[in-house]
């Protein structure tokens, strides 16, 4: 017997099934956590007959409605207690090549587990009184939840040709659990890759959720690298796979930014569940092959891969379906993720720190967190000395912008009293003046505060309107005709 015989709900789902005739099992994921000693509050109920029917019974007799009712699956959902119990009938499915949603027959109970995706999902635990707690494994899951292995019950071709997202859950049940993936299964996902993308069979936004679900693990770069072997990120991230490889010129190469990219992912998943982070880690370089140059004497740069790097989000952002209320956040890493390492020298100035602070607002203690995680140096020296130095710059980038209050930092003087004080309508002086002013304040001249700034306006106002002024009535400069 597997689980605590008296977990009262199933008891009483079990005994129910009896009273009533029905012949029901626990299947699914419930039972794979179970085995590995997790406790899940989602519970899939298979049950020979009508699934529905069923399930109208077991609300009954806890007095509570069903939560939803899905008639062409025969399924049925039901929330008691906190936990979340789907009821469907047993069934076997049959694919049309165009289409993952199958078509769907009644079944027994070996016919439903041998539609499963993986082996180790293909189990059934028994909730009659006959056969509480006892195991159905006819493919060998529970072995190979003890191997760590993925395996699919029938042939993988026909199991990814079927479903082809079953290819990306193959690879996040491996990263989630640390299991290999086997062969002959790893085999037939990279054949099957391009069903991922074929006459859109998978949508974009379930591809991409199983990919999200990847970078959310443990330690998702043993997913990510599952990827990119099989081929399969070519296929549904190529910007990713083209960071790959090392070029030697002479005496100099660079490293292989993916597998830079992967530490720097493992190294912030330590740090932080935020999702958005870690996308940021994994696409910090995302520019690097576009702006790779080899200079004499020099070796390999990559100058402006930040700001190249931020502005190829938009793009990936709507191609991936990825929610675009994050993208200003993403892009905001992306591009100053390089701005805080050469503040650890000797002869930076307060306005420098200023500055940053200031620029990073919100998300200054993220971008640290990302600039930390980028330090992947293999000499453990090096890496001690840079930490211990930038320890120092983060120390003191977060206290100018506590004492400076530089979060979400713009003019204490607003656009409106600046018109006013200067008899300006809206136009671009006003934002000339608003930046004169916040130039001041980021370079030490006066405090972040308004009566200071107000002052300062009205010290420069004439000034700078005089100049504003004989700018705008300079004519402006010919361009020379090709002839001339």
Not at 89 to 110: C, D, I, Q, W
Not at 128 to 157: A, S, V
Not at 181 to 196: E, G, W
Not at 354 to 369: C, F, K, S, T, V
Request: proline residues 3%; charged residues 30%; neutral net charge.
């Amino acid at each position: 017997m597997i689980f605590d015989p008296q977990n009262i709900i199933l008891k009483k789902i079990g005994n129910a099934a009896d009273e009533s005739g029905y012949r029901i099992f626990v299947v699914g994921g419930y039972v794979r956590d179970l085995i590995l000693g997790v406790i899940d509050n989602d519970i899939d109920i298979m049950v020979l007959g009508d699934g529905i029917q069923f399930a109208e019974l077991i609300a009954e007799k806890f007095k509570k409605p069903l939560d939803a009712v899905y008639k062409n699956f025969a399924t049925a959902l039901l929330n008691i207690d906190g936990y979340k119990i789907e009821f469907a009938s047993a069934r076997k499915e049959s694919y049309n090549r165009s289409s993952r949603k199958p078509e769907v027959e009644t079944a027994g109970l070996n016919e439903d587990l041998s539609r499963r995706d993986f082996t180790i999902n293909a189990l059934a635990l028994g909730l009659n009184e006959d056969n509480y707690g006892i195991l159905t494994d006819n493919f060998n899951g529970y072995r190979d939840i003890q191997d760590k292995i993925i395996r699919t019950p029938l042939d993988p071709l026909k199991t990814f040709d079927d479903d082809p997202l079953r290819i990306m859950r193959a690879v996040r049940f491996a990263s989630r659990l640390n299991f290999k993936i086997d062969d002959r299964a790893f085999d037939a996902i990279k054949k099957m890759k391009d069903r991922l993308t074929e006459d859109k069979v998978v949508s974009q936004e379930r591809i991409t959720n199983e990919f999200l679900q990847i970078l959310m693990t443990d330690k998702p770069s043993y997913g990510l690298d599952l990827l990119f072997k099989s081929g399969v990120m070519d296929t549904i991230f190529p910007e990713l796979s083209a960071l790959a490889g090392v070029e030697q010129r002479k005496e100099y190469h660079h490293k292989d930014v993916f597998y830079h990219t992967l530490i720097v992912v493992d190294n912030i998943s330590l740090k932080t569940e935020n999702l958005w982070l870690r996308f940021a880690a994994l696409v910090h370089d995302i520019a690097k092959p576009r702006t790779k140059k080899f200079i004499e004497g020099t070796g390999w740069t990559f100058h402006g891969h930040e700001e190249l790097g931020a502005r190829m989000m938009k793009k990936i952002f709507i191609r991936m379906r990825l929610p675009i209320n994050k993208l200003e956040y993403v892009e905001k890493l992306v591009r100053m993720h390089l701005r805080p390492i050469p503040l650890a020298k000797d002869d930076v100035t307060d306005s420098a720190f200023r500055r940053l602070a200031a620029e990073a607002g919100n998300e200054l203690e993220d971008l640290l967190i990302l600039c930390r995680a980028d330090i992947t140096s293999k000499n453990p020296d090096k890496v001690s000395r840079f930490m211990n130095n930038y320890v120092l710059v983060e120390k003191k980038i977060i206290e100018v912008q506590e004492k400076d209050e530089l979060r979400n930092f713009q003019s204490p003087v607003r656009g409106n009293e600046i018109m006013e004080i200067c008899g300006l309508k809206e136009g671009r002086e006003v934002g000339i003046i608003k930046s004169k002013i916040e130039e001041a304040i980021l370079d030490g001249e006066i405090k972040n505060d308004y009566e200071e700034a107000k002052k300062y306006l009205l010290d420069i106002k004439d000034k700078l309107l005089s100049s504003i002024m004989i700018n705008k009535s300079k004519p402006p400069r010919l361009k020379k005709s090709a002839g001339s």
